[in-house]
T-cell receptor, first 110, second 113 residues
Framework: TQLLEQSPQFLSIQEGENLTVYCNSSSVFSSLQWYRQEPGEGPVLLVTVVTGGEVKKLKRLTFQFGDARKDSSLHITAAQPGDTGLYLCAGAPGTYKYIFGTGTRLKVLA | DTAVSQTPKYLVTQMGNDKSIKCEQNLGHDTMYWYKQDSKKFLKIMFSYNNKELIINETVPNRFSPKSPDKAHLNLHINSLELGDSAVYFC????????????FGEGSWLTVV
């Protein structure tokens, strides 16, 4: 069974701090996505990475796809309360579906 | 206009009942999905349809039956509801193929009592 493990599972930090969320698997993925989900809503795509070693930046968020395409990380610089939410990575082992990670619940305190 | 809309948003029902959740997307996508999110926020795919044809069925009990009358609609019918079916069910759509954005509905919160 393909599994995407995220760590940490929960994270509570003060505004202005930096943090990194990890997404790890033993499987190779053709692409990997990161989503953010806010309470009462569905997940919303943040980024898609497709090339091993790829780094993408979205304002204060930096996403990296591992060289072997088995893992990814999300780094947030100077976190803000608006970053609070559930962060989900999702990997595509093939063409037709994405497997979602176990999730990281982030709370940024003002 | 809501891209992926699902109804109802909240559903409380008794064990043994049959219920349906409806989903519609206006994005012109050819692929639609049903996901289940449990109390630990784990999001697991249940079904996927491409152009009305079932392409993914992830070990879901037979009590769950999806129906896609056209590629813009994917409904989920659940027979003989059990306590363990309580969860948030998300409908989603995308263009077929890895790397495409999956657009999610707001979720349907099902509580079985």
């Amino acid at each position: 069974t393909q599994l995407l493990e995220q760590s940490p599972q929960f994270l509570s930090i003060q505004e202005g701090e930096n943090l990194t969320v990890y997404c790890n698997s033993s499987s190779v993925f053709s692409s990997l996505q990161w989503y953010r989900q806010e309470p009462g809503e569905g997940p919303v795509l943040l980024v898609t990475v497709v090339t091993g070693g790829e780094v993408k930046k979205l304002k204060r968020l930096t996403f990296q796809f591992g060289d072997a395409r088995k893992d990814s990380s999300l780094h947030i610089t100077a976190a803000q309360p608006g970053d609070t939410g559930l962060y989900l990575c999702a990997g595509a082992p093939g063409t037709y579906k994405y497997i979602f990670g176990t999730g990281t619940r982030l709370k940024v305190l003002a | 206009d809501t891209a992926v809309s699902q109804t109802p948003k909240y559903l409380v029902t008794q064990m043994g009942n049959d219920k349906s959740i409806k989903c519609e997307q206006n994005l012109g996508h050819d692929t639609m999905y049903w996901y289940k999110q449990d109390s630990k926020k784990f999001l697991k795919i249940m079904f996927s349809y491409n152009n009305k044809e079932l392409i993914i069925n992830e070990t879901v009990p037979n009590r769950f039956s999806p129906k896609s009358p056209d590629k813009a609609h994917l409904n989920l019918h659940i027979n003989s509801l059990e306590l363990g079916d309580s969860a948030v069910y998300f409908c989603a759509s995308s263009q077929l193929g890895a790397g495409n954005t999956i657009y999610f509905g707001e979720g349907s919160w099902l509580t079985v009592v």
